[in-house]
């Protein structure tokens, strides 16, 4: 069964730094590109970042560009996303997802990790 389990939130002041991670199993992680999402209280899910399969190419959120950064191991089965810079608007329930082929859509999200910016 596909497994997405992230982890690393947690409570850190504006401006600061969290490297969340995802480590995922029951499916060949290296041949997915895989999205972070985010949901903030009373809101919907947003897309912040997506990495391809080797992890050449990134794309971020303009909300998060330049203080996000996304990364993998795929030899641990793993995704990363180093966030710095944070800002109380980053608030939020973070997942990890695997995208569906030809869509900007996702089957498989984790049970996420909270990231609370506050001072």
């Known amino acids: 069964q596909v497994q997405l389990v992230e982890s690393g939130g947690g409570l850190v002041q504006p401006g600061g730094s969290l490297r969340l991670s995802c480590a995922a199993s029951?499916?060949?992680?290296?041949?997915?590109?895989m999205y972070w999402v985010r949901q903030a209280p009373g809101k919907g899910f947003e897309w912040v970042s997506i990495i391809n399969t080797g992890g050449e190419i990134a794309h971020y959120a303009a909300s998060v560009k330049d203080r996000f950064t996304i990364s993998r191991d795929n030899a641990k089965n793993t995704l990363y996303l180093q966030m710095s810079s944070l800002k109380p608007e980053d608030t939020a329930a973070y997942y990890c997802?695997?995208?569906?082929?030809?869509?900007?859509?996702?089957?498989?999200w984790g049970q996420g990790t909270q990231v609370t910016v506050s001072s």
């Open positions: 997802a695997r995208p569906v082929a030809n869509s900007r859509g996702y089957d498989y």
């Open positions: 029951g499916f060949t992680f290296s041949s997915y590109w």
